[in-house]
């Protein structure tokens, strides 16, 4: 399988870039293995005191921190079945700060949104291990731009790995 090529710049949107950049890996299977244990060896350090912590007014607490990364996780892996299944459909975008209030994700424990994640990384895992090569490169429309399904998969590596470094240097960084 061709887990390790990264993609392309043209072939996902540039806001994107950041995470592509911020996934660590030599695969992207790997990429995702590591942002898990990253995002278990941050949230070791959150104190049971600190767990709806906001390092700001207004800014989301430590669970809907994690919340967002297991909604926006499944969203992109969403996608990318859809589009490696070869659905054209142009996909709509979701807006972000809508869903962390309706999470409610501060009535749950760490842990349970801990075990949460895990599941769905567990899933996306599942779901990239299955498609065969070609797969891969299969794009689609979401949120109005083009990006394709290996980028996805360094996406949702990347986008937790900077939760986790937001987590660590905003949230944590004085304990």
Same mark, same amino acid.
């Given at each position: 399988?061709?887990?390790?090529?990264?993609?392309?710049?043209?072939?996902?949107?540039?806001?994107?870039?950041?995470?592509?950049?911020?996934?660590?890996?030599?695969?992207?299977?790997?990429?995702?293995?590591?942002?898990?244990?990253?995002?278990? $060896?941050?949230?070791?350090?959150?104190?049971?005191?600190?767990?709806?912590?906001?390092?700001?007014?207004?800014?989301?607490?430590?669970?809907?921190?994690?919340?967002?990364?297991?909604?926006? $996780?499944?969203?992109?892996?969403?996608?990318?079945?859809?589009?490696?299944?070869?659905?054209?459909?142009?996909?709509?975008?979701?807006?972000?700060?809508?869903?962390?209030?309706?999470?409610?994700?501060?009535?749950?424990?760490?842990?349970?949104?801990?075990?949460?994640?895990?599941?769905?990384?567990?899933?996306?895992?599942?779901?990239?291990?299955?498609?065969?090569?070609?797969?891969?490169?299969?794009?689609?429309?979401?949120?109005?731009?083009?990006?394709?399904?290996?980028?996805?998969?360094?996406?949702?590596?990347?986008?937790?790995?900077?939760?986790?470094?937001?987590?660590?240097?905003?949230?944590?960084?004085?304990?």
């Amino acid at each position: 399988m061709s887990y390790a090529t990264r993609p392309a710049p043209a072939d996902f949107p540039t806001f994107y870039h950041r995470y592509v950049e911020e996934a660590a890996g030599g695969d992207m299977l790997d990429a995702m293995r590591i942002a898990q244990r990253t995002m278990h $060896e941050v949230l070791a350090r959150v104190p049971s005191t600190m767990e709806e912590h906001r390092y700001a007014p207004e800014k989301w607490s430590i669970k809907e921190v994690l919340q967002h990364v297991i909604d926006a $996780e499944r969203i992109f892996a969403y996608r990318a079945l859809r589009f490696s299944r070869g659905d054209s459909t142009e996909l709509p975008g979701f807006e972000e700060n809508d869903y962390a209030p309706s999470s409610q994700a501060d009535r749950r424990t760490l842990e349970d949104l801990l075990h949460e994640y895990d599941v769905v990384r567990e899933a996306s895992l599942l779901l990239f291990q299955s498609l065969p090569s070609e797969a891969l490169d299969r794009s689609g429309n979401a949120n109005g731009r083009s990006i394709n399904v290996r980028a996805i998969g360094w996406v949702i590596a990347g986008h937790s790995n900077h939760h986790a470094t937001v987590l660590a240097e905003r949230y944590l960084s004085n304990n």
